[in-house]
């Protein structure tokens, strides 16, 4: 079964083919700039030159039928005709408390997506357009939607709740969600297999650091806390998102300098974090260069990064009574021996030994940076939320031809 995976975004839609019978990839891209007159498609096939073609694409339903075009391409094409694809897998980033498992898409779960804008603005209606923009070029193809919060929705109540007036979430939902779920399930199975141990005897810290980033207590395979919340600014200190300040600050900012709630929205989302504390990216890549060059702006906040997340993976220990497995992934997680170093010697005292030579080995492998002895093990396990979505829409399908 051929399964395409698409994640759309208001301006960006990127895709995945996969072949299931081996869960190979027999092409991805992506669409930039919809909506302009000068889009970007990238395109890269299996065994084939790479293609990159600019040109107008004004909404999500050209770029699906361009990406379409480009997968039977004479030339580039990996398929003889689009009928080849079976299934659509969707990432969908909020599905509030209705969703707690990937679902085929109908009526209903749309009307339900819909009902989701208000808690996930910049992302569902986004997702919205990719599902409709599929349903108008393959109007009878079986689409699914996996959704980034679903994985947590097997927090406690004392976990997901913040401690504001309770009508609040009675009648708003406001309530903790998490995100990046797709990942941090993804890598616990695979920490898992890579210990040799049942996911129901382990207790892990998952770390999905990259430009957003959070990490999740996950117990027995289940999610028990996650460090985002009602959206993704809570929790860890991101690229441009500041993670968990205190909240009096949004009032006191605003009347000390004349900030709009969109302003002030926009500061805590796109203009703190890395970039705001260094003054010069929010690419950590960039921090950590300028870090060991000597600046101190870089070298504080990456202090602070470090910090902050090193607190939550205590503090998730403490969630859990112990700790078997930290776990980095995402682009600073898998590529940021310096962060991993960094966290890791902080961390002895709860049974972390670092091997320094594993650590800076420059792999893309799964693998432990800790030493043998080591009584709790920190790996590196690189994310794959694609397959996962993939996975899943594959599985339902089956099970729905199964039923029928
Ligand atoms: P992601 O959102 O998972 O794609 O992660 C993107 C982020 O990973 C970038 O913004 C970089 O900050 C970070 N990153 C990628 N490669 C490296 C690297 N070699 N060292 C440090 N950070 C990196």
Do not use: W
């Amino acid at each position: 079964m051929n399964i395409l995976v698409i994640n759309a975004g208001s301006s960006s839609l990127k895709f995945q083919l996969y072949d299931m019978t081996d869960e190979s990839v027999l092409a991805k891209g992506k669409v930039e700039r919809i909506g302009m007159e000068s889009a970007i498609l990238s395109y890269e096939p299996a065994g084939k030159p790479e293609v990159r073609e600019v040109r107008e694409i004004l909404e999500h339903t050209t770029a699906i039928r361009k990406v379409l075009d480009i997968l039977v391409h004479k030339e580039f094409g990996v398929l003889k005709s689009a009928s080849e694809i079976q299934a659509v897998g969707h990432r969908v980033v909020h599905g509030g408390e209705s969703f707690s498992s990937s679902v085929l898409i109908g009526d209903e779960v749309k009307r339900e997506i819909r009902r989701l804008f208000d808690l996930a603005p910049l992302h569902n209606p986004a997702h919205m357009l990719g599902i409709q923009a599929v349903e108008a070029n393959m109007p009878d193809i079986p689409q699914a939607v996996v959704f980034d919060t679903a994985f947590h929705q097997t927090m406690p109540p004392f976990a997901y709740l913040y401690p504001i007036p309770m009508v609040l979430y009675k009648k708003h939902k406001i309530r903790r969600y998490g995100f990046h779920g797709t990942s941090h399930a993804y890598v616990s199975e695979r920490a898992a297999a890579f210990l040799g141990k049942p996911l129901k005897e382990l207790k892990l810290v998952t770390c999905h650091i990259g430009n957003g980033a959070s990490c999740a207590a996950v117990m027995e395979g289940r999610s028990v806390d996650t460090s985002m919340g009602l959206t993704p600014l809570e929790g860890l200190m991101m690229g441009t998102r500041s993670g968990d300040i205190d909240p009096a600050i949004v009032p006191f900012a605003m009347s000390k300098e004349d900030l709009t709630l969109a302003e002030v929205n926009s500061m805590l989302n796109k203009h703190s974090g890395l970039l705001a504390i260094s003054g010069l990216s929010s690419d950590m890549r960039e921090i950590t260069e300028a870090r060991e060059a000597g600046d101190r702006n870089a070298a504080l906040a990456f202090d602070m990064y470090e910090y902050r997340l090193r607190k939550f993976i205590g503090s998730y220990a403490a969630a859990m009574n112990g700790i078997d497995a930290i776990v980095f992934t995402a682009g600073v997680g898998e590529n940021s021996a310096a962060l991993r170093a960094a966290v890791c010697r902080n961390l002895s005292f709860l049974g972390v030994k670092l091997d320094d030579a594993a650590n800076e080995a420059r792999s893309s492998e799964e693998r432990a940076i800790t030493t043998p002895d080591s009584p709790v093990a920190s790996l590196v396990i690189p994310t794959n939320e694609e397959l996962v979505i993939a996975r899943d829409t594959h599985q339902l399908i089956l099970n729905r031809d199964h039923v029928v």
